[in-house]
T-cell receptor
C-alpha cells in the first residue's frame, strides 16, 4: 500500500517568507509526528497528533511554527517569517497506534531559506 | 527533552566482521526503545524494536540493559549494504499521553568496507 507522502519535496524560500509543508499519512494511522532534521543530526521532535488532537507541541522551536491536522488525516506544518536557521529536512511520520508503535516516515521536505 | 546519546562514529568495519554499538539514555522511566536505520538523504526506517528480553532478527541482535540504561545493536557477518546511520529512539509515554521523552539519538555512522 501507499506509504507516507510529503510535499513539496524541496522548497527554497526567501528569508521572511511563509511556507506550508504537507504530510499525507498512511490511511488509518492514528498518530502523526513532525520532526526537524539538520544535517548530520538525528531527527528532532516537533509535534504529535493523535487523530485531529495535537497532544504535544513542545518541540516547536518558536511561535512561528504551527501545525494542524483538522480532519485527523492530512497534516500541514506552517512556518511563518522563515529564518535561515529554519533550513533543514522536515520529516513526517505516522503510526497505527501511538508512541510505542512503529513510525513510518515520509521522504521529507528539504527546506532551504536564503 | 531527555538525553539520548550515541557514538557518532564513523565505525569503519571490514565486510564479514561483527560490529556493535550502544545508545545510552538518561531517564530511567523510559518505556519503549527502537533502532532505526537511515541511509544517506533518505528517511529513517524501523530496523528493530528492542524488548526487555532482547531480540534477534537474522544477523541483527538488539538488547536492553535497564540497570545501566543503554540499548545495544549487534550486527554479525556485516554486508556492504549495512552501511548507513543507525538511530536509536527512546520514548517515555505510551499512546494517549504527551510525547515527552520521544527522543532520537544523533545516530551512529557505519561504513562497511570491502
Amino acid at each position: 500500500g501507499a506509504g507516507v507522502s510529503q510535499s513539496p519535496r524541496y522548497k527554497v524560500a526567501k528569508r521572511g517568507q511563509d511556507v506550508a509543508l504537507r504530510c499525507d499519512p498512511i490511511s488509518g494511522h492514528v498518530s502523526l509526528f513532525w520532526y526537524q532534521q539538520a544535517l548530520g543530526q538525528g531527527p528532532e521532535f516537533l509535534t504529535y497528533f493523535q487523530n485531529e488532537a495535537q497532544l504535544d507541541k513542545s518541540g516547536l522551536p518558536s511561535d512561528r511554527f504551527f501545525a494542524e491536522r483538522p480532519e485527523g488525516s492530512v497534516s500541514t506544518l506552517k512556518i511563518q517569517r522563515t529564518q535561515q536557521e529554519d533550513s533543514a529536512v522536515y520529516l513526517c511520520a505516522s503510526s497505527l497506534t501511538g508512541l510505542s508503535g512503529t513510525q513510518y516516515f515520509g521522504p521529507g521536505t528539504r527546506l532551504l531559506v536564503l | 527533552r531527555k538525553e539520548v546519546e550515541q557514538d557518532p562514529g564513523p565505525f569503519n568495519v571490514p565486510e564479514g566482521a561483527t560490529v556493535a554499538f550502544n545508545c545510552t539514555y538518561s531517564n530511567s522511566a523510559s518505556q519503549s526503545f527502537f533502532w532505526y536505520r537511515q541511509d544517506c538523504r533518505k528517511e529513517p526506517k524501523l530496523l528493530m524494536s528492542v524488548y526487555s528480553s532482547g531480540n534477534e532478527d537474522g544477523r541483527f541482535t538488539a538488547q536492553l540493559n535497564r540497570a545501566s540504561q543503554y540499548i545495544s545493536l549487534l550486527i554479525r557477518d556485516s554486508k556492504l549494504s549495512d552501511s548507513a546511520t543507525y538511530l536509536c529512539v527512546v520514548t517515555l509515554s505510551y499512546s494517549g499521553g504527551g510525547a515527552d521523552g520521544l527522543t532520537f539519538g544523533k545516530g551512529t555512522h557505519l561504513i562497511i568496507q570491502p
